[in-house]
T-cell receptor, first 116, second 111 residues
């Protein structure tokens, strides 16, 4: 049973380009969370999704950032017109269906986004 | 604003000694806390959790203590090993679906 898979592991973009980060949850998991981590800091909540639904996007910047979790395929975090301040590690986590259970929340290894 | 933070950014301990990592939180209504371990290049890994109706919980070589009076929790690691070297985060459940992470403490274990 593979864990939470994120790709790419490293992504380099120039200012103004788009970044697409992918997350495949663990098998049987239908809840996906995205967190952002700056160097030497803790993770910051961005968004919580279930299949085809955004449940909580209170941590998402109002502009340029969007997330989706389609019925089929991975969850996508999309950042348009990237700026240097978007450089960070982006972590995805997944948990099983039902009531949120943080003990069963598993994180991927993250995507390190570098904006030149 | 409300936050979860740590007292010590780096902790160096000798192999075999016990480690204590501290965390302060500011939301007195918080009722659930988790400690995570993050190794270099990896995502956070669940270590142990505790609910606010408890003041102590023990796992394998780890103990979490919660002091609600001063809004403080700690992670104790017994007989620290080189494999324990990592950054440790406390996290606080906020609402029903998100975690608020502290800044982290880097634990370095030397022989």
């Amino acid at each position: 049973n593979a864990g939470v898979m994120q790709n790419p592991r490293h992504l380099v973009r120039r200012r103004g380009q788009e970044a697409r980060l992918r997350c495949s949850p663990m098998k049987g998991h239908s809840h996906v969370y995205w967190y952002r981590q700056l160097p030497e800091e803790g993770l910051k909540f961005m968004v919580y999704l279930q299949k085809e639904n955004i449940i909580d996007e209170s941590g998402m910047p109002k502009e340029r950032f969007s997330a989706e979790f389609p019925k089929e395929g991975p969850s996508i975090l999309r950042i348009q017109q990237v700026v240097r301040g978007d450089s960070a590690a982006y972590f995805c986590a997944s948990s099983p269906a039902g009531q949120v259970n943080f003990e069963k929340l598993f994180f991927g290894s993250g995507t390190q986004l570098s904006v030149l | 604003g409300e936050s979860v933070g740590l007292h010590l950014p780096t902790l160096s301990v000798q192999e075999g000694d016990n480690s204590i990592i501290n965390c302060a939180y500011s939301n007195s209504a918080s009722d659930y806390f988790i400690w995570y371990k993050q190794e270099s290049g990896k995502g956070p890994q669940f270590i142990i959790d505790i609910r606010s109706n408890m003041d102590k919980r023990q796992g394998q070589r780890v103990t979490v203590l919660l002091n609600k009076t001063v809004k403080h929790l700690s992670l104790q690691i017994a007989a620290t090993q080189p494999g324990d070297s990592a950054v440790y985060f406390c996290a606080e459940k906020r609402g029903t679906d998100k975690l608020i992470f502290g800044t982290g403490t880097r634990l370095q274990v030397f022989p």
